[in-house]
């Protein structure tokens, strides 16, 4: 392997919890004969070696050179084939200061343990049998969900959920291939007639694997949520409504032309989704060269946003959009806002969103349409359905996809059977590279190297 080489015959060792002080820290080992030789430092090393899986004990950890006590700890004992990795363990709860831990690992380094690897615990519970590719990955999304709603779709799949559902399509296409092969022993011609050939099998996969991959963009939604713009000219509320949005005076807000110099960046949800708000300098033409640094930011911001807001004073009487404005306002990811409808006189542009940033009139209506926009149509879910969300699994159900269609084709086409049965084939290679039956080496390092070290 390029980057780790995982060996899984080493003892390894890593800080589970949060590196930082905390009452309680927890360091995780792993590795054939880790009982034995992490009793070697404890200080009731007999009950340990006796102890049954599941169980914690408390002991002293005791340095092998000067004797001395190292902490105070509980130790809980994984037997072989029962724990996270499915070898041998313990979870050293420990007292949580950074000091303290590191002389236990200095301990541990010295009884032959090897600090472990990104993700090595869940490449040995991988390789153990003990959760699929697809589990794996949830594990990862689980730890660095940033919203509710992608914890639990995260969490649907630790379940299982989408293992199951990718079993259930194999043995559709593993069905149509009996069929197919059969036909090959048999058939002199080799081509298979209407009645013969599993069209319903393959249609039936396909549907699944197409409605699996419409969840992609929900899945990566919720997962890496998107980026959201407050852009427009100077004083028309952008900071206010960024605020709002916020619920929290973060940026200043002045009657001022020109307030927001440099762009302020804020996490926040909408309905479960992640976002990153930007408030930006307002767009105007400046002989000010920070201010003008300022607006090249927002440019590029807007460029790679997901959804801009373009905020407009509509209470200016005769307010027209600038050229730049215009051009924003027309792109699909644009969502005009017309501010300040609280001050009367209100030009309210078609198709924008009347807002008062100020009393909050028309924002709830406002909120909804952003949501809707970053959803862009994609099923609604509310954390129950099997969702996929790595750039790697819509990679795999594509190649599918594309292998069903082919064999399809390919029958109405009269094509020869053992070209239709090359496709389902592959079809079969790609589902079980999702979920880690057959899949190379390099590509599981990938997977396994993006981990944080502990899991
Ligand atoms: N009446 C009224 N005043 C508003 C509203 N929204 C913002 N304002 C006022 O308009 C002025 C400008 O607001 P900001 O939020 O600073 O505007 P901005 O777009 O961030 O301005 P720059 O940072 O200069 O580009 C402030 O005095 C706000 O109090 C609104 O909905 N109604
Ligand atoms: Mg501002």
Redesign the pocket.
């Known amino acids: 392997m390029s980057r780790y080489t995982y060996d899984n015959n080493d003892i390894i060792y890593a800080l589970a919890s949060a590196w930082g002080n905390s009452p309680i820290a927890v360091i995780r080992v792993s590795g054939d004969g880790s009982i034995k030789k992490f009793s070697e430092l404890f200080s009731a090393s007999e009950t340990l070696l006796k102890a049954f899986s599941h169980t914690i004990h408390y002991g002293k950890i005791i340095d092998p050179d000067s004797k001395e006590a190292v902490d105070e700890i509980l130790v809980a004992i994984f037997r072989d084939g029962r724990s996270y990795t499915g070898q041998e363990s313990l979870e050293i709860n420990c007292h949580g200061n950074i000091i303290g831990i590191e002389a236990i690992f200095k301990v541990l380094e010295k009884q032959g343990f090897r600090s472990a690897y990104p993700g090595e615990f869940t490449f040995r519970a991988f390789m153990n049998g003990k959760v699929d590719l697809t589990q794996a990955e949830a594990v990862m999304e689980i730890v660095n969900s940033q919203s509710e709603i992608a914890h639990s779709l995260a969490l649907k799949r630790l379940e299982g959920n989408l293992f199951n559902l990718i079993n259930e399509i194999k043995i559709k296409v593993v069905d149509a291939l009996a069929v197919i092969e059969l036909q090959l022993d048999y058939e002199e011609d080799e081509i298979i007639d209407e009645t013969h050939f599993p069209k319903e099998a393959i249609e039936g996969a396909l549907k699944r694997v197409e409605s699996l991959l419409d969840t992609y963009t929900i899945g990566r939604l919720y997962s890496e949520g998107c980026r959201v713009v407050l852009a427009?000219s100077?004083?028309?509320?952008?900071?206010?409504l960024f605020n709002l949005l916020l619920k929290e005076e973060r940026?200043i807000?002045?009657?001022?032309?020109?307030?927001?110099r440099d762009y302020i960046e804020a996490k926040t949800h909408l309905e479960g989704i992640p976002i990153s708000l930007y408030?930006t300098?307002?767009l105007r033409d400046s002989k000010d060269s920070i201010e003008q640094e300022g607006i090249r930011r927002t440019r590029g911001l807007i460029k790679e946003s997901d959804l801009v807001l373009l905020?407009v004073d509509s209470s200016i009487d005769g307010y027209k959009l600038s050229p730049e404005e215009q051009i924003l306002a027309k792109e699909e990811k644009t969502i005009v806002v017309c501010?300040?409808?609280?001050?009367g006189n209100v030009a309210v542009l078609e198709g924008s969103y009347p807002?008062?940033?100020?009393?909050a009139e028309g924002f709830k209506t406002l909120k909804e349409e952003i949501v809707k926009r970053l959803q862009k149509g994609s099923p609604k879910t509310d954390g129950s359905t099997v969702v996929i969300e790595s750039a790697r699994q819509k990679k795999e159900l594509n190649r599918a996809c594309e292998a069903l269609k082919h064999s399809l084709e390919y029958f109405k086409e009269t094509l020869p059977l053992d070209i239709i049965a090359v496709e389902l084939n592959e079809a079969l290679d790609a589902l079980g590279s999702l979920s880690g039956e057959v899949t190379s080496e390099d590509i599981l390092e990938n997977i396994f190297s993006n981990f944080c070290v502990g899991k």
Do not use: C, M
């Open positions: 427009g100077t004083n028309t509320g952008k900071s206010t940026s807000v002045s009657e001022i032309h020109g307030t927001t408030d300098a307002g905020v501010n300040k409808t609280d001050l807002l008062s940033a100020k009393t």
